[in-house]
């Protein structure tokens, strides 16, 4: 196929072959429509939808960002009615590096004129519906982002000092209606990540006559799964939490039917103490990032409390229900057993399960029989290979194989690659656990948009946290002013 540039498409001409390297030639004049872009964003989830709203006011900035799915949605199957984000509504997509941005989620109210009905319901945690929708409002109105896109390949072309994007322009249907290339001098993967199917359970989820779901789809398979004699949730986050207290509202009373497993050794409320919560702070990142590798490998599965964890109103609401079935006599028929894990599954009749599970502490084996299962099990972030298997010889790793990953969260290359390439939720290995976090999105944004130039539009903080992390700060952070009475002003 062949094509001319895309409507409203920056810089794109057709590619001849995705495997071959045509000698193909940017526009030099910067003003030219069809000039290479400062950066180019691949992926529209909240991260690069964050730094697409923070980059619209940089007027000297050419950017467009790229996803192959038809519009913005964020985890749909997951938009219980009722359930809400883990963080306040000042980790929208901008405020907490630009307060005053037109994209923040308090504009977004204005616009919608529920302003007041927001300050009165005094809610500091919105619903999820209700940050999806402030979400897709953001990216049905910026100019730079291009859906339909299917991005094939990526290439550095040292010639010209600019990387070659290859993409697939799909119909409304998916299917795909023409090819396209875009230039850009510098790159922001921000591909998301992917659930997570164990692998015992995997050829049970691959077949459809099974009900073996992932979280991510739940709501698409809700009837079908409340149409089950017996249904058992797989894994105790924050996600099979809201599943099972879902299922348990609508299971009559004396026949729910449900089982709830998990691996951890409890279902273990999520850490939100205010101190504890500066894990999620800049300092903290920068104080992960300087880390020595293995230091940062072991610290960060004894850390799963701090973004694994259930939230405290959904362990209570999941407790005031149980108890609520026993007030005319009886327990629910409603098993919660933690500690244990799926070790292999297999199938039963047309439609039946068996799964083979372990208690650790107990070291015994069972097996459970049931009728579907959901597998909140999480997620995995994507691997960039295939993306970037033109750019694998230039990418630096650690001894792990994972790429290297800067304080400005720019992929270390080989000095041939003059141009810059970013992650985004992609860097956990690198920057802790705060990497997906919804809170750290602004402020990595704009760390970002600070290294693409140099006026620094976006001023941050130099300090964020009460809580010193280590004796010895990374570059670029004030050392704590000690008390002339503290034991760190008296030590020599």
């Not at 058992?232 to 299922?247: C, H, K, M, N, R």
């Not at 500066?278 to 880390?291: G, K, M, S, V």
């Not at 080989?414 to 939720?425: E, F, I, S, W």
């Not at 006026?455 to 704590?480: D, E, M, S, V």
Request: aromatic fraction near 8%.
């Amino acid at each position: 196929m062949t094509t001319p540039a895309l409507p409203g498409t920056p810089g794109t001409t057709p590619p001849t072959s995705t495997t071959t390297e045509p000698d193909t030639t940017p526009p030099a004049d910067t003003t030219s429509p069809t000039a290479p872009l400062d950066l180019a964003g691949i992926g529209i989830g909240p991260f690069n939808l964050s730094l697409a709203a923070l980059a619209h006011p940089l007027t000297q900035l050419r950017t467009a960002f790229y996803d192959q799915r038809p519009a913005f949605h964020w985890h749909p199957g997951l938009l219980i009615d009722g359930a809400t984000l883990q963080v306040p509504f000042l980790a929208d997509l901008v405020t907490l590096a630009d307060p005053t941005s037109q994209w923040s989620f308090l504009s977004y109210l204005r616009s919608r004129e529920r302003l007041f009905p927001f300050y009165f319901a005094e809610r500091f945690h919105i619903h999820r519906a209700e940050y999806d929708a402030y979400c897709r409002w953001v990216s049905e109105n910026l100019p730079a982002l291009h859906f339909g896109h299917q991005i094939d390949a990526v290439r550095w072309n040292p010639r010209h000092a600019v990387f070659e994007v290859d993409f697939t322009h799909l119909d409304a249907d998916g299917e795909a209606e023409a090819l396209g290339r875009t230039y850009a001098r510098n790159l922001v993967l921000g591909i998301g990540t992917a659930p997570h199917i164990p692998e015992p359970l995997r050829p049970l989820a691959d077949a459809p006559t099974v009900p073996v779901i992932h979280s991510a789809d739940y709501l698409d398979h809700r009837e079908r799964l409340l149409a089950a004699d017996h249904i058992t949730v797989v894994g105790a986050g924050q996600s099979g939490a809201e599943i099972f207290l879902d299922l348990l509202r609508a299971r009559p009373a004396g026949h729910e039917k449900l089982h709830w497993l998990a691996r951890t050794p409890a279902f273990a409320p999520m850490e939100y103490s205010k101190i504890g919560l500066e894990h999620f702070t800049p300092d903290y990142t920068r104080y992960f990032h300087a880390l020595p590798e293995s230091v940062r490998d072991g610290l960060v599965p004894g850390q799963w409390q701090l973004y694994k964890g259930i939230d405290h109103d959904t362990l209570a609401a999941i407790h005031d229900e149980l108890y609520r079935r026993t007030l005319h006599g009886g327990w629910p028929d409603a098993t919660l057993t933690p500690g244990v894990s799926v070790h292999s599954a297999a199938r039963l009749g047309p439609t039946g399960i068996e799964l083979h599970i372990d208690h650790a502490e107990q070291a015994t084996r069972t097996r459970l029989t049931t009728d579907a299962v959901v597998l909140a099990t999480g997620y995995r972030e994507r691997r960039l290979d295939t993306l970037l298997a033109a750019l694998d010889p230039h990418l630096h790793r650690d001894t792990a194989g994972r790429p290297h990953v800067d304080a400005d969260h720019r992929l270390v290359l080989d000095p041939a690659v003059t141009g810059h390439l970013y992650v985004q939720n992609a860097e956990r290995h690198s920057h802790g656990v705060g990497t997906p976090d919804l809170g750290l999105a602004a402020w990595r944004s704009a760390t970002i948009l600070n290294s693409l130039t140099d006026n620094t539009p976006y001023p941050l903080p130099t300090r964020t946290a009460f809580t010193t992390f280590g004796l010895q700060q990374p570059p670029g952070t004030p050392a704590p002013v000690p008390h002339p009475t503290s034991h760190l002003a008296r030590r020599p």
